[in-house]
Structure formats: C-alpha cells, structure tokens
C-alpha cells in the first residue's frame, strides 16, 4: 500500500506539470479572459488531457513513469494489458472514488486483494511488475 501512495504522490507531481504546460495553449487562445464558460471548457480539457495520459500509457504495457519507478503494474483481471474500455471505466471510477472523500482509496483498506475501488469497476489490478504477485 505505501508503495502506491508514493507512486501517487509522484504521479500527482507529472500531472501537475503537465496540465500546467497543457494550460498554455489555452491561455493564450483565450488572452487570458477566463469567463464562466471558458472554465467549464478548460476543465472538460484538462480531464480530457488526463483521461488521454492515463489511458495511453495503461493500453501500452499498463504503467506510466510513476507506476515504473515503484514497480507497479496495471493488468486485467485476465494478466493482459487493460483495454482502452477498462481503462477509461478505471479513469471515470477513479475520478468519482477520489473525489467522494476518497472511498475509492479506502476501500483498499477493506478490500481483500486490498485493490481500490476503481479498479473492482473496472475488472483491472494492480501488481508488482517485477514478479507479477499482488502489489
């Protein structure tokens, strides 16, 4: 478990810098006048550039840099490499599990495989690379 936290916290940073850098065009397609409607719109592209990030990388070999340095593999409930369908429902349950005070992260704590939420939805988990056992 504290391997993947770190490995979140690590992800967390990737993120950050690159939603700042995918800001940019935004920024300066819109002068900097951010209105009501613009911010809904960078919001939805930002999710979009997310959702784009997270789900290329667990298509191609199920890890992203983060996942690599901890040794963490995203596999299907059958050892393949998730499809973009599961990783698109893991994306969409992660965001809401997150967001709903955490649950989806807690529920690891309780969760037999100790596997979070998202991944139960999207019938994926999460191994170590190395020898392919249970993270």
Known sequence: ????????????LLIAALLVVATF?????TGGNITATSRYFLQFYLLAICATYFTWFWTHGGQTLPM???????????????SLKQSLVRY???LFGISAAGIG???????SDRQFLHD????????????????
């Open 68 to 82: 690599k340095t901890w040794r963490i593999r995203l596999i299907s409930s059958n050892g393949a490499v998730p």
């Open 25 to 29: 065009p935004f920024v300066g397609f």
């Open 92 to 94: 969409v349950a992660a």
């Open 105 to 111: 992260l807690i529920w690891a704590l309780h969760d």
């Open 120 to 135: 139960r939805i999207a019938g994926t988990r999460l191994v170590e690379s190395s020898t392919q056992a249970q993270e």
């Open 1 to 12: 478990m504290t391997r993947r936290l770190a490995s979140m916290a690590y992800e967390a």
